[in-house]
């Protein structure tokens, strides 16, 4: 109090909100200063530590949410411009399909919690979303889509990749002493299950320990198995149908090869498993004839060396499965018959290839319903991650059903049964 005392009355009555020995000014008075101490220096708005870094000519940092979305933009981008076009891009078309939509919502719903460039990154995740959900796999019309019930006359398809004929899953090539009698029942009763007019059957083959393909000669026991139907093979595709063959024949890709490729491996004694991978026939269905056409499409990934890298991701592969798709492609536009296209085509929905597909046949997938459709690898217990498996039909072919089916670890890849009829 003695110290108070001291202080003039003008000075210690004077209503001050600032801190004690501080004016609003910020200037302390001699006595105060004496009672208080020095007076601490406040730093502006300019020097606190979060302005500091945003002082000008300060480094910003690019958020990383920012970062991600913009990488995938441009993956996305170059996925689609090269996709099916060069074959060195066939490594990043492997990616599953559906990381073309996962990835960018996930990215959206990063860039939504983030704090900075928000605006920015929710823009370039839907920018990706928009470029590449097309390609994801995705079948929203399983939401919507209902097919006209079939009619009387509707006839039943199944097309399938056997996984090396009669072989189990695991096997290329039969023991010394022949398939097992339970393996080759086993896959003639899942045959006989599908109840089917027209089968479009994919992988009559064998392989050797050096890939070399081996013939397979069972079409005794499929006359025996399926009587009354006729039969068509061409290269590694079989083809049985209720109704009679009016016209038969192997589509050769030789004539819509590069000049340089070279399709038939030097030593083959086998040239035509090189040559076709798709069996045309014309079937007499009622008053009308309808071509089926049963392909395989050669893999991206070549048989002829171990692992996976560009040894096997080659020209030579994108070189024969354009060519062989462009030779399908061919005979589609020449042939006026309503037609049906399945198979095994060894490209899923992000591979650009499938742009080779004539224009003529439309894609069956809206008559699934599955949100996500695929079929490969059927072995897999969480499910199968890609679609290379396809149906297609003019526009005279109305489908009623269409569904994937089971392969009962036969094979890798599921079936595809379709309920079609024809307009009159």
């Given at each position: 109090?003695?110290?108070?005392?001291?202080?003039?009355?003008?000075?210690?009555?004077?209503?001050?909100?600032?801190?004690?020995?501080?004016?609003?000014?910020?200037?302390?008075?001699?006595?105060?200063?004496?009672?208080?101490?020095?007076?601490?220096?406040?730093?502006?708005?300019?020097?606190?530590?979060?302005?500091?870094?945003?002082?000008?000519?300060?480094?910003?940092?690019?958020?990383?949410?920012?970062?991600?979305?913009?990488?995938?933009?441009?993956?996305?981008?170059?996925?689609?411009?090269?996709?099916?076009?060069?074959?060195?891009?066939?490594?990043?078309?492997?990616?599953?399909?559906?990381?073309?939509?996962?990835?960018?919502?996930?990215?959206?719903?990063?860039?939504?919690?983030?704090?900075?460039?928000?605006?920015?990154a929710v823009a370039?995740?839907?920018?990706?979303?928009?470029?590449?959900?097309?390609?994801?796999?995705?079948?929203?019309?399983?939401?919507?889509?209902?097919?006209?019930?079939?009619?009387?006359?509707?006839?039943?398809?199944?097309?399938?990749?056997?996984?090396?004929?009669?072989?189990?899953?695991?096997?290329?090539?039969?023991?010394?002493t022949g398939t097992?009698?339970?393996?080759?029942?086993?896959?003639?009763?899942?045959?006989?299950?599908?109840?089917?007019?027209?089968?479009?059957?994919?992988?009559?083959?064998?392989?050797?320990?050096?890939?070399?393909?081996?013939?397979?000669?069972?079409?005794?026991?499929?006359?025996?198995?399926?009587?009354?139907?006729?039969?068509?093979?061409?290269?590694?595709?079989?083809?049985?149908?209720?109704?009679?063959?009016?016209?038969?024949?192997?589509?050769?890709?030789?004539?819509?090869?590069?000049?340089?490729?070279?399709?038939?491996?030097?030593?083959?004694?086998?040239?035509?498993?090189?040559?076709?991978?798709?069996?045309?026939?014309?079937?007499?269905?009622?008053?009308?004839?309808?071509?089926?056409?049963?392909?395989?499409?050669?893999?991206?990934?070549?048989?002829?060396?171990?692992?996976?890298?560009?040894?096997?991701?080659?020209?030579?592969?994108?070189?024969?499965?354009?060519?062989?798709?462009?030779?399908?492609?061919?005979?589609?536009?020449?042939?006026?018959?309503?037609?049906?296209?399945?198979?095994?085509?060894?490209?899923?929905?992000?591979?650009?290839?499938?742009?080779?597909?004539?224009?003529?046949?439309?894609?069956?997938?809206?008559?699934?319903?599955?949100?996500?459709?695929?079929?490969?690898?059927?072995?897999?217990?969480?499910?199968?991650?890609?679609?290379?498996?396809?149906?297609?039909?003019?526009?005279e072919v109305a489908?009623?059903?269409?569904?994937?089916?089971?392969?009962?670890?036969?094979?890798?890849?599921?079936?595809?049964?379709?309920?079609?009829?024809?307009?009159?």
């Amino acid at each position: 109090m003695a110290v108070l005392g001291q202080v003039p009355p003008a000075l210690r009555h004077r209503p001050d909100p600032a801190p004690p020995g501080r004016r609003r000014g910020g200037h302390v008075t001699a006595p105060l200063r004496a009672l208080f101490g020095p007076a601490r220096q406040e730093r502006g708005p300019a020097t606190r530590p979060r302005d500091l870094r945003r002082a000008p000519g300060a480094r910003r940092r690019v958020p990383l949410v920012l970062c991600a979305a913009s990488a995938w933009l441009v993956f996305v981008a170059a996925h689609h411009a090269l996709s099916g076009r060069v074959w060195w891009w066939q490594l990043p078309e492997l990616v599953p399909p559906l990381a073309l939509a996962a990835v960018p919502v996930a990215l959206l719903g990063a860039a939504l919690a983030a704090r900075r460039a928000r605006r920015a990154a929710v823009a370039v995740a839907l920018a990706a979303l928009t470029l590449g959900g097309g390609a994801s796999g995705l079948n929203p019309a399983a939401l919507w889509h209902r097919a006209d019930p079939a009619p009387a006359d509707a006839i039943k398809v199944f097309s399938w990749n056997t996984w090396y004929w009669d072989q189990p899953v695991g096997r290329q090539l039969p023991p010394p002493t022949g398939t097992p009698p339970r393996d080759v029942a086993a896959f003639y009763r899942y045959l006989r299950a599908q109840d089917a007019d027209v089968l479009l059957l994919q992988e009559y083959v064998y392989f050797g320990a050096d890939s070399r393909p081996i013939r397979v000669n069972d079409l005794d026991r499929l006359r025996g198995e399926f009587p009354g139907f006729h039969i068509a093979a061409a290269s590694e595709l079989v083809t049985l149908s209720r109704f009679p063959i009016v016209l038969e024949r192997g589509l050769d890709l030789r004539p819509h090869a590069p000049e340089h490729a070279a399709p038939v491996p030097p030593g083959s004694d086998w040239p035509g498993f090189h040559t076709v991978k798709t069996l045309r026939t014309d079937l007499r269905v009622g008053s009308r004839t309808v071509s089926f056409y049963n392909s395989h499409i050669n893999s991206p990934v070549g048989g002829s060396a171990g692992g996976l890298g560009l040894s096997r991701l080659n020209r030579a592969q994108h070189e024969a499965r354009a060519a062989n798709l462009r030779a399908l492609a061919a005979d589609i536009q020449a042939n006026p018959l309503p037609a049906v296209l399945a198979g095994d085509f060894n490209a899923s929905p992000a591979m650009g290839i499938l742009r080779l597909v004539p224009e003529r046949m439309a894609d069956a997938t809206p008559a699934l319903r599955s949100l996500y459709p695929a079929t490969w690898n059927d072995r897999w217990t969480l499910g199968a991650l890609w679609r290379i498996d396809w149906a297609y039909t003019t526009q005279e072919v109305a489908v009623h059903e269409y569904r994937l089916v089971r392969s009962d670890g036969l094979s890798d890849h599921s079936g595809q049964r379709l309920v079609i009829s024809f307009s009159r």
